[in-house]
Each structure stands twice: as C-alpha cells, then as structure tokens.
C-alpha cells in the first residue's frame, strides 16, 4: 500500500464524511465531526502500532478481515451498540428505550451514559493495564527500549506470576480509596475478560497445529476486544464534544477506520520491522491510557493530556528506532 494511496484514501473518508455530517447538521456537524475524528486518531494511535505488530503474524486474509468485519464491529459494536447497553444495564431501561433516549433526547442519554462513566473507566482500565503488565513481564524478551526499566522487569519475570500479583494489589488500593462494589467488579470483568481471552487464543493455536482451525481467529477476537478497551474513553469523552448519536458515530468512526488503514500499512510496507522500538512505544502508551483511566475514576484527566502521553511514547520510540537504524546502517 503506497503512502500516496493511502493519503488519497483518507482525504476521501474525509470528505464523505464531512458531505454527510453537514447534511445532517450543517457547519456545526461537520466541525464537531472532524474534531471527534481527530480525538480518535491521537487517543488510539498507540493502539494502531500495537494492532499492526499483531497483525504481522496473520495471514492476509485476516488482515482483511480485520479492516471489513473488523471495521462493521468497531463502528457499529464499540461506537453505537455498547454505549446503549451500558446505558441500559446501569439505567435498568430497555434497549429501544435508550435508542430512542440517544436520537430524540440526546442531553438526557448523554447523562446517563456520563453515570455510567466509573464503571467504563475501570472495565477499560484494568483490560489497558493487564495487556502492558503481560508485555512488560516478558521473561523471554530481548529486545529492551526503557532498559533500566525493562530488563529489571524481565528479570522480576523469570521469578513468578507477577503480573497476578501486580493486578491485585491495584485492585485492592482502588478498593481501599473508592470503596464501590461497582467499579471494583468492573475491574474484575476487565482482568478476567484479558485472561479469558488469551486463554481462547492459545487453544485456537493449540488446536490449529492439528489442522482444526486458522490461528488468525484468536488473534482477530483479540485485536478487537484491545481496539473496544483503547476506545472506551473516546466513546464517553465525546459526548464533550457534542451530544448528537449520529455526529458522534460519523465522527468516532472515521478516525477508526484511518486508524485501521494506517496498521495495515505499517505492516504491508516493512515500516515495522525498520523500527524496533514501536512496539515498546505502543506498549508504553497503552499502560500510560490504562493507568490514566484508573486514575480519573478520582481526578479528571482532560482529553489533550491523555493524548499527549500516549503520543509521546510514540514518538519517543520512533526517534530512538530512528537512531538506531542510522547508526546500524
């Protein structure tokens, strides 16, 4: 996928987007779309680079996949569905009811969906956090960006289940600080939905080794569930931005989809295997977003913070796979 294409492509969501956001609701649509869109590419861009080290090791009919259902799923799933059923659970309302509560009386939906916000935050931060301790304390890495940090922590590794321990232990200080049953069993789900998940895929490539099924499935359910947890914050903080369902959607959605396409290209082009340190970067940036979810069930993080953060470890990591390239070269 050349670079070219790939910006013609996007100036073209852009465009579409913006012909249908301006239907809608005109100037402010169009405004309010674009800047959702851009929230979601600054706030997953971490997940993008991890997503493509995934999907390296994938056969290129799960890549498709991934950017088609993949695509129907986070759209229509993460950036519609699972608000409304979030909204339904905790308001104890009826899915039709909340639907309507989302097109008709989108400041009350906003509302609800703005109570509900503890329990996404510790969902989402907890499955966040699990994913960058998993990698973090990796007995068998080699490769070392953060080195005074990472190689203790491969070290620590070879020792125990620390990552068990690590997830405990954070559980019970949000526990002790908060004291609500609620949050602290959505933290639970998170934790539980990550070891779950992996499960199920080693059996997928357990069971593949004998011809029984293609190992990009478990990868796939596992790229989505990560894509679904990195989006958490941008689903609820985009009702900041504006309260209308369908700006919203149009807006989330075509960040989603630039994001996808840019993971792909990361991985058609070699781009990655040039950079080392990116997926150090990316990891970094997923625990920088999990811990902050954490923390906002006590302070609020504005939007451009957390963004930044999470940018900031890219970056990082970019410069130095950089250097290193130039220096081996």
């Not at 639907?99 to 935050?121: C, G, H, K, Q, T």
């Not at 569930?225 to 959607?249: E, H, P, R």
């Not at 997923?286 to 609020?300: A, K, S, T, V």
């Amino acid at each position: 996928m050349a670079l070219r294409r790939l910006l013609s492509e996007f100036l073209v969501v852009f465009l579409v987007s913006w012909i249908l956001e301006f239907l809608y609701m005109g100037i402010k649509g169009v405004l309010d779309g674009t800047t959702l869109s851009l929230l979601e590419i600054s706030l997953s861009f971490d997940n993008a680079v991890m997503n493509a080290v995934i999907l390296t090791g994938m056969s290129q009919v799960w890549r498709r996949r991934f950017l088609t259902w993949g695509m129907l799923i986070a759209v229509f799933g993460m950036r519609f569905l699972f608000p409304v059923l979030i909204v339904a659970i905790t308001a104890g309302l009826s899915i039709l009811h909340v639907v309507d509560l989302a097109f008709n009386r989108p400041e009350e939906y906003a509302r609800y969906l703005e109570s509900s916000e503890p329990m996404i935050l510790g969902f989402g931060g907890a499955f966040l956090l699990m994913v960058f301790i998993n990698w973090l304390f990796d007995a068998g890495r080699e490769i070392h960006w953060i080195g005074f940090l990472e190689e203790k922590a491969t070290r620590i590794a070879k020792l125990g289940e620390i990552k068990l321990i690590l997830a405990l232990s954070v559980l019970s200080v949000i526990d002790f600080l908060r004291k609500d049953s609620t949050v602290i069993l959505a933290m639970i789900l998170g934790v539980l939905l990550f070891e779950v998940v992996h499960f199920v895929k080693r059996a997928i490539e357990y069971f593949r080794k004998d011809g029984v099924t293609d190992s990009g499935l478990g990868r796939f359910i596992y790229l989505e569930l990560l894509d679904a947890s990195c989006s958490l914050d941008g689903t609820v903080g985009a009702f900041a931005i504006s309260q209308n369902l369908v700006i919203i959607t149009l807006g989330l959605s075509v960040g989603a989809f630039i994001l996808r396409t840019l993971t792909l290209y990361f991985v058609e082009s070699g781009k990655l295997k040039q950079l080392p340190y990116l997926e150090h970067g990316a990891h970094w940036g997923i625990g920088g977003l999990g811990i902050m979810m954490l923390i906002q069930l006590f302070y609020h993080i504005p939007e451009p913070v957390v963004s930044s953060v999470a940018l900031a470890f890219i970056l990082s990591s970019l410069y130095s796979s950089v250097k290193k390239t130039i220096l081996k070269s």
